[in-house]
């Protein structure tokens, strides 16, 4: 069983810039990515972007590109999610997720463990 725990959500002005954490409580050895989602209300999870931790080969949502950027830790387990250039429209619940599998890595399908969410709110 792998837990994750997010932190680092919170609420900001259009324009400002988050930064989300996730760590992971195994090895990141049997894990193959990590990702993060986010739910708004009444909207379906999307996914957001994920890394391969083995080659930390990245891929995003179009809605985030040149704004967002994943990233590994030094320590394999943790992952970031540095969010530039807020608007309001980025306004959800963040989950981070992992998967020791294979599949569509911006899909929820492919994901085994799920945090608990950390909420991040932009104004206008």
């Known amino acids: 069983q792998v837990q994750l725990v997010e932190s680092g959500g919170g609420s900001v002005q259009a324009g400002g810039s988050l930064r989300l954490s996730c760590a992971a409580s195994?090895?990141?050895?049997?894990?193959?990515?990590m990702a993060w989602f986010r739910q708004a209300p009444g909207k379906e999870r999307e996914g957001v972007a994920a890394?391969?931790?083995?080659?930390?080969?990245?891929n995003y949502a179009d809605s985030v590109k040149g704004r967002f950027t994943i990233s590994q830790g030094n320590a394999k387990n943790t992952v970031y999610l540095q969010m530039n250039s807020l608007k309001p429209e980025d306004t959800a619940m963040y989950y981070c997720a992992a998967s020791v599998g294979v599949g569509g890595n911006l899909s929820p399908g492919t994901y085994n463990y799920w945090g608990q969410g950390t909420q991040v709110t932009i104004s206008s």
């Open positions: 890394i391969y931790i083995r080659d930390t080969t990245t």
């Open positions: 195994r090895s990141p050895y049997s894990i193959n990515i």
